[in-house]
């Protein structure tokens, strides 16, 4: 079996992984908006660095889609021009996606970086279906999947437009993190499906059962997760970046719901392994899922005893992502297929 096919799956699913954490930074900065429309930002393929830059000008060359704040509203060119000494109207149209029109460098940039690996991820995943076409004749899930992944990709990049059309609807952001979680499971699949050996696990359905119902579990808190978050920005706005002892002071519902369903979370995931022990069974990985827990629910005390303590919001995020990842690869290892899947 050549390897080839499984390196490239192993860097898209890096690259995934490089933009749920560059998506997770993007929250934690507030910089969801920095380009406030899509694909391009502030009408520029790269974003402009300073303010003067979204400024009217007189006597400067404008192209059709460029973006400039006037009146605190996005106006969008109309088409190739020079400007003349006054602003002209007819050059000019509103931008009608949404009403949000400032330019925070910063925020600009970390979006625009978020967006460039969302890129990359894309054409990793283009690359690995191209490469995928020769297995069709022996394997055609092998195809399949990793088409679907491309399409899947591209439906992500379409969400996240409209994320940003929505001037980021908690719906809509939840829709696209979990979005993501799905890539990663289908990526997963290709790793595994193209390893060097078949696994010598035979797990009983009912510990199967309980793998999946744990990965249900950890989708649950994912979500919930994004709408305690919600709320957490909703506070910054309302009492500040500075103000961190506030943003939790008086907790909606689901926040109390996280944490409490934290707690069965881990004590399934503790019986699980206990009973993989006592069965002898060989899914060594649930030794990191004990320790990915661990570490999940330190940033979590993080994050609410020590005020938001630096990097603790996307740390909880990305420990939540690969806690969901090592899960599934599990339950993948728990079903052990009779013979690994081969690519050519």
């Not at 690259?15 to 380009?35: F, H, Q």
């Not at 109309?78 to 925070?104: C, G, M, P």
């Not at 591209?154 to 979680?181: C, D, N, R």
């Not at 827990?293 to 979590?300: I, K, P, R």
Request: proline share 4%; aromatic share 12%; with cysteine.
């Amino acid at each position: 079996m050549h390897k080839s096919f499984r390196k490239t799956a192993i860097t898209a699913l890096l690259l995934v992984y490089l933009v749920i954490a560059a998506g997770a930074i993007v929250r934690m900065t507030g910089s969801g908006m920095g380009c406030p429309d899509w694909p391009k930002c502030f009408g520029y393929y790269i974003p402009p660095t300073e303010a003067s830059e979204l400024e009217w000008t007189p006597q400067k060359k404008y192209e059709k889609g460029q973006v400039i704040i006037l009146n605190e509203a996005l106006q969008v060119a109309k088409s190739n021009f020079t400007s003349t000494t006054t602003f002209k109207d007819k050059n000019w149209e509103l931008y009608t996606k949404h009403e949000y029109a400032i330019f925070n460098p910063w925020h600009t940039w970390i979006e625009f970086i978020n967006r460039l690996l969302g890129a990359l991820a894309g054409l990793a995943t283009l690359v690995l279906a191209v490469r995928s076409f020769p297995s069709w004749k022996t394997n055609k899930t092998i195809t399949i999947i990793s088409v679907l992944t491309v399409f899947a990709m591209g439906f992500q990049a379409w969400l996240g437009a409209t994320v940003v059309y929505s001037v980021l609807e908690p719906v809509k952001i939840t829709v696209h993190m979990v979005m993501a979680l799905v890539i990663v499971a289908m990526l997963l699949y290709l790793v595994y499906a193209t390893r060097d050996k078949s696994s010598s696990v035979q797990a009983p359905k009912k510990i199967l059962g309980l793998l999946i119902l744990a990965i249900a579990g950890t989708l649950v808190q994912i979500v919930l997760g994004t709408q305690v978050r919600q709320f957490v920005d909703e506070q910054i706005d309302v009492v500040g970046e500075a103000a961190k002892n506030l943003w939790l002071e008086h907790p909606p519902i689901q926040f109390y719901v996280h944490r409490s369903f934290s707690i069965f979370v881990v004590l399934l995931n503790l019986f699980i392994a206990y009973s993989i022990r006592k069965a002898h069974l060989a899914l060594t990985k649930i030794n990191a899922v004990i320790g990915i827990l661990v570490l999940e629910a330190l940033s979590g005390i993080l994050m609410y005893y020590f005020d938001f303590s630096f990097a603790s919001q996307p740390i909880h995020l990305i420990l939540a992502t690969f806690l969901f990842s090592v899960q599934f690869y599990l339950v993948l290892e728990a079903m052990n297929p009779k013979t690994s899947h081969k690519t050519s």
